[in-house]
């Protein structure tokens, strides 16, 4: 995976039961399914669940709004809320988004 690709990773994209990761938006702005490696499963496991308790926490403080794709966003205007659409990994800060002017958590930069 490249760098950009795993930054923008989001945990409805980690698939344990498939053993795959799904890169959204990949090279050629295409979809692809990456294999999961056995030897990061439990780590990534153990990180998803930290970062769900992180998720939880922003949830008590109604500051657990995330970017979602424009014509998602209309579609589906929960998903920005879910927890599947979270990022995996998600800054430690929250930022202004410059066209919305909402206050949320971004992918690691």
């Not at 205007?77 to 066209?99: E, I, K, L, T």
């Amino acid at each position: 995976m490249r760098v950009n690709e795993l930054l923008r990773l989001r945990v409805q994209d980690v698939q344990f039961d498939q053993n795959w990761i799904v890169v959204r938006e990949a090279k050629g702005n295409k979809d692809r399914y990456v294999p999961l490696p056995a030897r990061y499963r439990a780590e990534l496991q153990e990180w998803l669940e930290r970062r769900h308790e992180q998720y939880l926490a922003d949830k008590a403080r109604n500051m657990h709004e995330v970017e979602v794709p424009g014509a998602l966003a209309r579609k589906y205007p929960n998903a920005p809320y879910q927890w599947g659409w979270q990022y995996v990994f998600a800054a430690d800060d929250f930022s202004q988004d410059p066209r919305s002017g909402h206050a949320r958590r971004h992918h690691v930069d």
